[in-house]
């Protein structure tokens, strides 16, 4: 099993920035990938971003791309988000979200942490 718990997340005006932090613990060895989804209310949850492990490979939603930063700290077990100019409809849950093999997708969820941008 592996837990996930997310923080940073807060209130800031459009424009500014914020970073998010997801933690793991449990069986982190098997980890593969790891991921931020984010969902607004009234919503389907949407990607946001990815990091792999073994390639350090990171891909982007084209809303989020140039402005989000998705990054790791192996010896923290740590995934992190930085979002700079942020906009109100950036205003989600955000999510992060790590792959176990041998599930091919995303089995592992965190329960989410709020940001909300003011216009």
């Known amino acids: 099993q592996v837990q996930l718990v997310e923080s940073g997340g807060g209130l800031v005006q459009a424009g500014g920035s914020l970073r998010l932090s997801c933690a793991a613990s449990?069986?982190?060895?098997?980890?593969?990938?790891m991921g931020w989804f984010r969902q607004a209310p009234g919503k389907e949850r949407e990607f946001v971003a990815t990091?792999?492990?073994?390639?350090?490979?990171?891909y982007y939603a084209d809303s989020v791309r140039g402005r989000f930063t998705i990054s790791r700290d192996n010896a923290k077990n740590t995934v992190y988000l930085q979002m700079n100019s942020l906009k109100p409809e950036d205003t989600a849950v955000y999510s992060c979200a790590a792959q176990s093999p041998p599930a091919v997708k995303y089995n592992y969820w965190g329960q989410g942490t709020q940001v909300t941008v003011s216009s």
């Open positions: 449990g069986r982190t060895f098997s980890i593969v990938a």
């Open positions: 990091i792999t492990w073994g390639s350090d490979s990171s």
